[in-house]
């Protein structure tokens, strides 16, 4: 066999082998001294042979559905740390050519007139663009291979702390997943008892603010007067992307226990004049950061607003899941945070109150509470930011899809993690379809945040 002066075979085959035989080497430096690097290296061998194969474009489509199948069923199969393996070398073997970058940087750096350097950046975006993207898309051509980008996704969030040089892969696919999943791709449909139980199934398995609790549960929350809406996408019919929640009812609750309880009558909606949006979950950890929820609502009340003209109120009984957290990491930086108190509760301090675990059992110990931990609790949502931003993600998500914060809501949920989460305080954020856009342009720009008055005065 020829080869170069450095060793290196000049044949496409020869090519083949020793770069695969560097590239174990590289990645496996001591390859052979367990069984679990020799299936390491097995398994990169494998996925060299179909990497080359894609990128000789061998077959015709059929093939290149094929090749697409092995490949994700080996990623599939491999664990964590082989995943890790395998991210990393799709991102090396897929790196736009060196030569081609250098090229087109150099022609831009040295373009002396618009045509030149519009002629330079076309010739670096192609260079950008071509080798991981013609790879990532080429699991288009599987069923289910969106879902799979969507789960490679997942993957590379929770790599990227431990393998940085992971994030221009995540750039690049984040492009992809964002052109698929823009919008006007997306199918609003409304889930009922009667919908496919592969889909009543991932709502019970999804719901990430009130668990369901069995399938009588579940269908309390599809009965007539409650509605629950998915974004679905053409590719993943049976996945919900987001669904909400929908309460039909006569004025609006203060509790969750009035939404979640079984046994309570069922309301006529055409009496209703409220729409309570109390669960609101994302189902897909791999599309976190590529957002549906302000669409979903959007539409979600228009679809109301159309079949139940009557109503009047569109808005939200919301969790506080980082109030707890903040008001004790507060109150221990500053103790006159939680000060003492003369109420029925016999001079106790409040921290002391909070630190019983059946206070809110106590009419005396809730008395004292309620007023103090209101205030601390409209504090929190209009003071406390991170940078522009509130501190509570669910107040990000409301105030960035141009909802108001419209009430607090005293000892709303008491169930075990209610408590935990913010000694049982809900909130509620007010949907209304004339101030939703200035609401977000204002938020989006400043971090202005609309608050109703009542909410206002509760931090002077």
Known sequence: MERTADSTPVTTLGRIRHWWRRLATAVLPG??????????????????????????????ESAARTRAGQIAAIYRAAGLDDRAAILNLITREFAPPRDALDAALGAMQSAASAAELSRAEARLRI?????????LTQFNLLPDGVKFLVDLRADLLGLLAREPSLEVLKVELDALLTNWFDPGFLELKRITWQSPALVLEKLMTYEAVHPIESWSDLRNRLDTDRRCYAFFHPRMPNEPLIFVEIAL???????????????????????????????????????????????????VIEDLQRDLPHLETFATLSP????????????????????????????ASLAAMLAR??????????????????????????????????????????????ARVNRIFWLADTSPRGMQQSYGMMASYRY????????????????????ASRVQRLVG
């Not at 601390?376 to 409301?398: I, N």
């Open 31 to 60: 390859r052979g001294e367990s069984a679990a690097d020799r299936a390491k290296t097995h398994l990169l061998a494998q996925l060299g042979e179909l990497f080359e194969e894609h990128r000789a474009q061998r077959g015709g």
């Open 127 to 135: 260079a950008l663009d071509a080798p991981r993207a013609n790879f």
């Open 249 to 299: 009812l006569k004025g609006r609750p203060s509790s969750m226990h009035v939404l979640l309880d079984q046994n309570a009558p069922v309301h006529d909606p055409q009496a209703a004049d409220s729409a309570i949006f109390y669960s609101i979950s994302n189902t897909q950890l791999g599309l976190r950061g590529i957002s549906f929820g302000n669409l979903l609502l959007k539409r």
């Open 320 to 347: 506080l899941p980082g109030f707890r957290r903040w008001l004790d990491q507060a109150a221990a930086a500053d103790p006159s945070l939680l000060a003492a108190t003369d109420g029925d509760a016999n001079g």
């Open 357 to 402: 675990p059946d206070w809110a059992n106590d009419p005396a110990l809730a008395e004292a509470l309620h007023a103090p931990l209101e205030k601390l609790c409209a504090r929190y949502l209009l003071r406390e930011k991170s940078g522009t931003r509130p501190l509570d993600p669910v107040a990000q998500f409301h105030l960035e899809n141009g």
């Open 432 to 451: 209304d379809l004339d101030d939703v856009d200035k609401n977000h342009e204002r938020y989006s720009q400043s971090g202005h945040i609309a608050a």
